[in-house]
């Protein structure tokens, strides 16, 4: 379910710095995954996303990896920017889910200068 | 291209006045509509869904409920806010049918019970 009751765990890197966020997810039946950066009083915008027939997918200094024989997700910024400071979401989506999506508690992360 | 509308930014209103909070998509036609709320420093909780005019799904019982009058159209409402209303609500929108896509959020509403 959501895990919409828990204080935001926080990842601070150094600028430069490779970052690693992680997520784990509920349902070993979800298909397609997101990840979501939000930014402070705005809503989250869309990074990446993956499918459930792939474990890998890179993007412009992201990649997401997926593992679904212990359900986790990750997101990897390189070389991290301040601009990169924000909350990071994961989202699973299922169609037992009807039209929803499941979302994680997020991460805060933030960029040491 | 799509887009989402929210509206107001912010808000401030007293303990037992009513609510409205209107979004608006375009670009789109029937697209999955949502509410989510978010209590500061923690996740998303959805709050209602839509696959369709006056087609409307409730998550969780409490003190707000939603209407999509038009097909693009969708808001969420309180007779009388209590102050554990108090919150960043967000509206979003998918492609149907469900899953498989991304969600695409507005901007969001902080609403302050007072």
């Known amino acids: 379910g959501e895990s919409v009751g828990l204080h935001l765990p926080t990842l601070s890197v150094q600028e430069g710095d490779n970052s690693i966020i992680n997520c784990a997810y509920s349902?070993?039946?979800?298909?397609?995954f997101i990840w979501y950066k939000q930014e402070s009083g705005k809503g989250p915008q869309f990074i990446i996303d993956?499918?459930?027939?792939?474990d890998k997918r890179q993007g412009q200094r992201v990649t997401v990896l997926l593992n679904k024989t212990v359900k986790h997700l990750s997101l990897q910024i390189a070389a991290t920017q301040p601009g990169d400071s924000a909350v990071y979401f994961c989202?699973?989506?299922?169609?037992?889910?009807?039209?929803?999506?499941?979302f994680g508690p997020g991460t805060r992360l933030s960029v040491l200068p | 291209s799509q887009t989402i509308h929210q509206w107001p930014a912010t808000l401030v209103q007293p303990v037992g006045s009513p609510l409205s909070l209107e979004c608006t998509v375009e670009?789109?036609?029937?697209?999955?509509l949502y509410w989510y709320r978010q209590a500061a420093g923690r996740g998303l909780q959805l709050l209602f869904y839509?696959?369709?005019?006056?087609?409307i799904s409730s998550e969780v019982p409490q003190n707000l409920s939603a209407s999509r009058p038009q097909d693009r159209q969708f808001i969420l409402s309180s007779k009388k806010l209590l102050l554990s209303d108090s919150g960043f609500y967000l509206c979003?929108?998918?492609?149907?049918?469900?899953?498989?896509?991304?969600?695409?959020f507005g901007q969001g509403t902080r609403l302050t019970v007072v």
């Open positions: 979003a929108w998918s492609v149907q049918p469900g899953g498989g896509t991304e969600a695409f």
């Open positions: 349902n070993s039946a979800s298909d397609y």
């Open positions: 993956i499918r459930s027939n792939m």
């Open positions: 989202a699973e989506n299922h169609n037992n889910y009807g039209q929803n999506f499941v």
């Open positions: 670009g789109t036609s029937n697209p999955n």
């Open positions: 839509s696959i369709g005019i006056d087609q």
